[in-house]
């Protein structure tokens, strides 16, 4: 019986996606609760911003230095395995962080929660490479990025709930929060050992015409790259990678330093905790719509540059106008247009590996972009509060996220005309097939 493409890659996304993106909402809750926690915690122990923003940014630290051998443990061991790995470490540490006692203990456990998160979202990059052909993976990376923009709309009221049960049964509210959100990430984490599977071959879900028909399409898309492009070590070195990688660094840093400091500038308000929760629900259903949108529009289209530059000039505008403009209104008006143009062209940016890399290469190729451009997010959540400290504005930090931004932005152009051997990014498999 033929098989029908459209059913068959519905059938793939509506079995795997949903769960894939729900992980991906535990685990941006665990990294982004301490943006909440921080609004008690700081003054319970004692911390500056500045000392606080380095214990929490020591999570990219530790995310760096094992982000590619996790990758490589994953395509070695397999997905589920590997993944239930990741889930119920990074919920055990975060656990623990409700247990913080002084600073040492809070900078050290941040640091393992790094090392224990490391290699889930690259390696959920790396996965659907196996699982979609290239005309897919920009909507799908941008479906499950979509979960992200959920999980700053559900933590940030839940955050500002959790706090309010300050004293509940004992615990400070800042330790609720971090209570709360780990506890899911172990249960999920037994979920996934035996829901998710390795790879298609393996899914019996699906049956073997289906399966034939996606091992044939990936292996002509594949066909044209060279020997080594499924080589991990190679791939760590291959210029595109180290290209990409210093492309994307500003991405994150644009991201952690908005969603991190997001509710410090609305808590500026005057707002209650509660209420502040659910202001910040409203930029991250604006963010959710463009991360649907945009890598839609990119996946119809060859050349992918102008839906990853557009996005994030866009986002570098209106972060200096909410840091220019006095009125609250307005400011948060365009910090929302800002976060949608930060993440709109992100799974954008991340459909371009799998069309020079695949297997192993793919894997620590990704893992490397991944972890080199999350450093990113070490020097946001340094820097967003040493200017705070400095100026004395909770928007102030705000130039320099957007100029941030907008370098990223120019180094994609640059990158897309003079990437090695005169190919781009973009179409490097289209030319040589």
Same mark, same amino acid.
């Given at each position: ?93 975060t656990i623990a962080l409700a247990y913080t006692q002084n600073a040492t203990m809070f900078y050290v456990l941040r640091f393992l929660l790094g090392v224990a998160e490391a290699g889930f979202f690259p390696g959920v990059l790396y996965l659907l490479t196996l699982w ?21 709309? $559900? ?158 000039? $866009? ?84 130039f320099f996220l957007a100029a941030c931004l907008a370098a990223a932005g120019m180094l994609v152009i640059v990158v897309g005309r003079y990437a090695r051997n005169g190919e781009t990014i973009d179409e490097p498999v289209l030319r040589k097939s």
């Amino acid at each position: 019986m033929p098989v029908s493409e459209k059913a068959l890659i519905s059938k793939i996304t509506w079995r795997i996606m949903p769960f894939l993106g729900f992980l991906y909402l535990i685990a941006y809750i665990d990294r982004q609760n301490v943006s909440f926690a921080k609004l008690q915690m700081v003054d319970a122990l004692g911390l500056s911003e500045y000392a606080y923003g380095l214990g929490a940014s020591l999570f990219f630290i530790g995310y760096f230095i094992f982000e590619v051998p996790s990758n490589l443990f994953l395509e070695r061991f397999g997905a589920s395995r590997w993944f239930a790995r990741i889930l119920i470490s990074w919920g055990a540490v975060t656990i623990a962080l409700a247990y913080t006692q002084n600073a040492t203990m809070f900078y050290v456990l941040r640091f393992l929660l790094g090392v224990a998160e490391a290699g889930f979202f690259p390696g959920v990059l790396y996965l659907l490479t196996l699982w979609f052909p290239k005309d897919y993976r920009g909507r799908m990376v941008g479906l499950f990025m979509i979960f992200s923009a959920f999980a700053n709309a $559900i933590g940030a009221p839940l955050g500002g709930v959790l706090l309010d049960l300050d004293g509940l049964l004992g615990y400070a509210g800042w330790e609720w929060v971090f209570l709360a959100t780990g506890v899911p990430a172990v249960i999920a984490g037994v979920v996934t050992l035996f829901y998710l599977p390795d790879r298609p071959e393996k899914a019996q879900f699906l049956s073997t015409d289906e399966k034939t028909w996606l091992a044939e399409r990936l292996a002509r898309e594949n066909a044209g790259m060279s020997a080594e492009a499924d080589n991990g070590f190679k791939a760590l070195v291959n210029p595109r990678v180290l290209l990409m990688a210093l492309c994307y660094v500003g991405f994150p840093l644009a991201a952690y330093g908005l969603s991190y400091w997001l509710p410090t500038i609305v808590e500026g308000f005057g707002v209650s905790n509660t209420t502040n929760g659910l202001i910040n629900i409203i930029p991250w259903l604006i963010v959710a719509a463009a991360l649907y949108i945009v890598p839609s529009m990119a996946d119809r289209t060859e050349n992918k540059t102008p839906y990853i530059v557009g996005p994030a000039f $866009i986002g570098a505008l209106f972060l200096v106008l909410s840091a220019v403009v006095t009125n609250h209104t307005l400011q948060f008006v365009f910090l929302c247009v800002a976060a949608a143009g930060i993440f709109a062209g992100q799974p954008v940016f991340w459909s371009l590996p799998g069309r020079f890399l695949r297997g192993a290469g793919a894997a620590a190729g990704i893992a490397a972009i991944n972890s080199v451009g999350n450093l990113g997010g070490f020097v946001a959540q340094n820097v967003v509060p040493w200017i705070k400290d400095e100026t004395g504005s909770t928007i102030a930090p705000m130039f320099f996220l957007a100029a941030c931004l907008a370098a990223a932005g120019m180094l994609v152009i640059v990158v897309g005309r003079y990437a090695r051997n005169g190919e781009t990014i973009d179409e490097p498999v289209l030319r040589k097939s």
